[in-house]
T-cell receptor, first 113, second 112 residues
Framework: GEQVEQLPSILRVQEGSSASINCSYEDSASNYFPWYKQEPGENPKLIIDIRSNMERKQIQELIVLLDKKAKRFSLHITDTQPGDSAMYFCAARATGGNNKLTFGQGTVLSVIP | NAGVIQTPRHKVTGKGQEATLWCEPISGHSAVFWYRQTIVQGLEFLTYFRNQAPIDDSGMPKERFSAQMPNQSHSTLKIQSTQPQDSAVYLC??????????FGPGTRLLVL
């Protein structure tokens, strides 16, 4: 089945700088790549997603890039704020009628004021 | 819209006891997913229903875990003879068409 690797596991950045999280996947049939943000004690919340027919998507300070050839996708948070501190998960969904998501291991992002 | 509802939010059981977790998907969503989250394993897929029918249970430990969706408004995950290694946060998610999955608050299960 699909496997997703996510790096780094821990990321500390200064407020106002950019943060980047990288994920790679194995199944070339995967066609949907969501990113979730999870704060302590809370459920994961979708923050942005990208489908395989796109290479780049931006929602405000969030940018996701998808490189299908390399089977990699990434999340970039520009102008980070303390409120961006949380756990972030990438995920991939393969085609074939099964909509289950395979998640990366997560990245703990700390934005230092 | 209340979002995905999961009950109970916390459950403590003794080793060997049974635990039943409940999920109410967002109204109108046809797909329900169960995931398990631990520090060590991260977020793991357990099982998936579409229009109440079981589609994929490849993530379910076969012997003690079972899931059902008797109607479109709720799904249950049952763990028999619970073991300490079953301790985790069990997350239910629902989806309208299969893409965007909305997660519930989870049930934190602790097996002593």
């Amino acid at each position: 089945g699909e496997q997703v690797e996510q790096l780094p596991s821990i990321l500390r950045v200064q407020e106002g700088s950019s943060a980047s999280i990288n994920c790679s996947y194995e199944d070339s049939a995967s066609n949907y790549f969501p990113w979730y943000k999870q704060e302590p004690g809370e459920n994961p919340k979708l923050i942005i997603d990208i489908r395989s027919n796109m290479e780049r998507k931006q929602i405000q300070e969030l940018i996701v890039l998808l490189d299908k050839k390399a089977k990699r996708f990434s999340l970039h948070i520009t102008d980070t704020q303390p409120g961006d501190s949380a756990m972030y998960f990438c995920a991939a969904r393969a085609t074939g009628g099964n909509n289950k998501l395979t998640f990366g291991q997560g990245t703990v992002l700390s934005v230092i004021p | 819209n209340a979002g995905v509802i999961q009950t109970p939010r916390h459950k403590v059981t003794g080793k060997g006891q049974e635990a039943t977790l409940w999920c109410e998907p967002i109204s109108g969503h046809s797909a329900v997913f169960w995931y398990r989250q631990t520090i060590v394993q991260g977020l793991e897929f357990l099982t998936y229903f579409r229009n109440q029918a079981p589609i994929d249970d490849s993530g379910m430990p076969k012997e003690r875990f079972s899931a059902q969706m008797p109607n479109q408004s709720h799904s249950t995950l049952k763990i028999q003879s619970t073991q300490p290694q079953d301790s985790a946060v069990y997350l239910c998610a629902s989806s309208w068409g299969g893409d965007t999955q909305y997660f519930g608050p989870g049930t934190r299960l602790l097996v002593l």
